[in-house]
């Protein structure tokens, strides 16, 4: 009985012991399954976001006739005032303009899009009916070996988003000419000087730094642009932003552990700010969604914006510098104007163009830059379009979520250019 009792204790344990490595094999099984399954989901959102803004570029690329302008130079007087066009004038041939549908922001990019666009419900399986009978089999067994699953027949789902790089300001353009660095200058200024931002440098980071927005935006210049020598800012508005200082640049990260040195090139992805000096997680959390560095350093800042700190560095860009108006620094007026802007859009999804914009803001006394009103199409500063975008696509399996973060560079003919993967 002892021999017994001893051997069925010892195959009791080795069958719970098989059973139980069993079942965590079982178990990884499945959840590798599920993670290949969330990947592939989250790949399915990335291809159908970019096919979207395949569509959205072709729609951009619509010009349709300014009516009004039309009728007003064949009668020889503006619609409104009875009194010529002062930009082009009567009789001048008026530009045509492009549709401003953000079929991006209407479009839900998900598994319930997915499952409308094909024709069978998701895991139902399809015969298809054999064309003929085959010799030695019967009609049935023909159709069980060619029954196939449709077209989006899985289990799981995903979510796309898609964002506007370009509503963003580019550090990158620091380091760019002239005037693309002034105005990227002044605009970074006025976003890291907001008073409800002032919490951000007030108190000293991890490595024990304390910084002010100027000291900030001279560090992210040191860190992109190609020499080694400290910067200073110059804030008369006349000549180069950056004048060359007398100190090392790389004797701000001497006192990191470990020590590094300031890249001197471009940045390539955003996290890298936080390698900059003075840039902390406060700081990101602060700031991470209105900047970028993914945008061409030649593209323009588009007004169309749901963001309201983003709506205003549009505003003060299409401001005459040369005429700034005391109100802007109301904070009321600016709040004020801005619900002026959001209710002049048609719709949800329906952006303003440049002129319309530059209208507004005239009509509530806001001088507008003469560069901008005078030429829409060749202005410097400011878009109603956008080239740029950010998709961020989360695959869902079982219990296992895959994350693929892009950015897509709309600049050819194609599904657009890939300029950042990330998966998570």
Do not use: H
């Not at 007087?77 to 045509?96: E, L």
């Not at 009978?133 to 159709?143: H, N």
């Amino acid at each position: 009985m002892l021999i017994v009792v001893v051997a069925i204790a010892v195959l009791t344990a080795v069958a719970t012991e098989f059973a139980y490595n069993s079942r965590v094999d079982l178990q990884l099984a499945a959840n590798q399954r599920d993670e290949v399954r969330a990947y592939f989901l989250a790949r399915s959102g990335i291809g159908l976001s970019r096919l979207l803004l395949r569509f959205q570029k072709q729609v951009d690329n619509i010009q349709i006739p300014n009516i009004g302008a039309l009728l007003s130079s064949l009668t020889g007087s503006s619609s409104t005032t009875g009194k010529s066009s002062p930009s082009t004038g009567a009789g001048t041939q008026q530009p045509s303009t492009g549709l401003n549908i953000q079929l991006w922001k209407l479009a839900r990019i998900d598994c319930q899009m997915l499952q409308m666009m094909v024709k069978a419900p998701f895991g139902i399986e399809k015969a298809v009916k054999s064309p003929a009978p085959v010799r030695g089999t019967d009609d049935q067994e023909v159709a069980s070996r060619m029954a196939t699953r449709s077209f989006g027949g899985f289990n799981g789902c995903f979510l796309a988003t898609l964002g506007d790089e370009e509503e963003k300001l580019n550090v990158n353009k620091l380091n760019g000419l002239q005037f693309a660095s002034q105005a990227s200058v002044a605009r970074l200024l006025d976003l890291l000087g907001d008073k409800r931002f002032e919490f951000v440098f007030d108190r000293e980071d991890a490595n024990r730094v304390k910084v002010t927005p100027q000291d900030v935006v001279i560090a992210m210049r040191d860190w992109i642009d190609e020499d080694e020598t400290q910067s200073a800012l110059n804030l008369t508005g006349q000549g180069d932003p950056f004048v060359k200082g007398f100190s090392d640049e790389n004797s701000l990260y001497d006192r990191y552990v470990p020590r590094y040195r300031a890249k001197n090139a471009a940045m390539d992805t955003l996290d890298e700010l936080y390698m900059v000096n003075g840039v902390s997680d406060r700081f990101m959390a602060a700031f991470k969604d209105r900047l970028t560095v993914y945008t061409d350093i030649n593209s323009k800042l588009n007004i169309n914006t749901d963001d309201p700190l983003l709506l205003r560095l549009a505003i003060l860009s299409m401001v005459d510098p040369t005429k700034m108006p005391p109100q802007l620094a109301d904070p009321y007026f600016m709040e004020d104007l801005i619900r002026r802007i959001r209710a002049a859009r048609l719709m949800p999804g329906m952006g303003m163009s440049v002129s319309d914009f530059g209208a507004l803001l005239q009509l509530a006394g806001v001088p507008v830059n003469a560069s901008i009103t005078a030429n829409v199409q060749g202005n410097r500063l400011v878009s109603d379009k956008t080239s740029t975008f950010s998709i961020k696509s989360v695959g869902e399996a079982g219990t296992v979520q895959k994350t693929i973060e892009a950015v897509i560079r709309m600049d050819d003919q194609g599904l657009g250019r890939l300029v950042y993967w990330r998966e998570s």
